[in-house]
């Protein structure tokens, strides 16, 4: 029943050390987000893909990249993590239908999360 | 500046009650809103969407009212269970030229505790 999962829960990662964490959705949504929520704070939104077309937040970090191989699977890269960098990663997915007159947007499905942990 | 405001402090309440959370938000012009739960480790789970131009949407024990004029959104558990325990999440998407931004912008929510 999993519908969007993510992998690993828990990552340990020393400081500089690159590190990807993954994101796949058997939901055949088009849109996948990737969050970065500190403790007791509001998911904070770092990019997302609109099928194939990638969308950066202004104020993401360069240190941070994605990858979306095919509509199944989305990838989180830190290239050289720092301790600000410890966090929960959410990944999100939608399905999104336009027409003519409107743009809809559809709820968002949270995975459960990846703990990162900087060393 | 734009804001998205909630209640830092815990809701405390007593079960069988109703639990009301409060969202407001400042220089946003939202085309829906929608709130979510969050337990302690686990990603946000959807609970209600409620668009500009509704003033009130109910799910079995949930009710969401919006008062685009306030810019306030009331998030109602009724009859609530120590299982209500969690954080609830207030977050946007900003309207745009056609219609709605797939984007949310989230609030930093509330954690509701209810004694048995």
């Known amino acids: 029943d999993a519908m969007v999962i993510q992998n690993p829960r828990y990552q340990v990662t020393q400081f500089g050390k690159p590190v990807t964490l993954s994101c796949s959705q058997t939901?055949?949504?088009?849109?996948m987000y990737w969050y970065q929520q500190k403790s007791s704070q509001a998911p904070k939104l770092l990019f997302h893909y609109y099928d194939k077309d990638f969308n950066n937040e202004a104020d993401t970090p360069d240190n941070f990249q994605s990858r979306r191989p095919n509509t199944s699977f989305c990838f989180l890269d830190i290239r050289s993590p720092g301790l600000g960098d410890a966090a929960m990663y959410l990944c999100?997915?939608?399905?999104?239908?336009?027409?003519?007159?409107?743009?809809?947007?559809?709820?968002?499905?949270f995975g459960p999360g990846t703990r990162l942990t900087v060393l | 500046s734009q804001k998205i405001e909630q209640n830092s402090e815990a809701l405390n309440i007593q079960e069988g009650k109703t639990a009301t959370l409060t969202c407001n938000y400042t220089n946003y012009s939202p085309a829906y809103l929608q709130w979510y739960r969050q337990d302690p480790g686990r990603g946000p789970v959807f609970l209600l969407l409620?668009?500009?131009?509704?003033k009130e949407k109910r799910k079995e024990r949930l009710k969401v009212t919006f008062d685009t004029t306030l810019k306030q959104s009331l998030f109602h558990i009724t009859a609530s269970q120590p299982a209500d325990s969690a954080t609830y999440l207030c977050a946007l998407a900003e309207r745009n030229y056609g219609g709605a931004t797939n984007k949310l912008i989230f609030g930093t929510g509330t954690l509701l505790a209810v004694q048995p």
């Open positions: 939901l055949n949504h088009n849109v």
């Open positions: 999100a997915t939608s399905r999104e239908v336009t027409s003519i007159l409107a743009f809809r947007t559809d709820t968002q499905y």
């Open positions: 409620i668009r500009e131009n509704e």
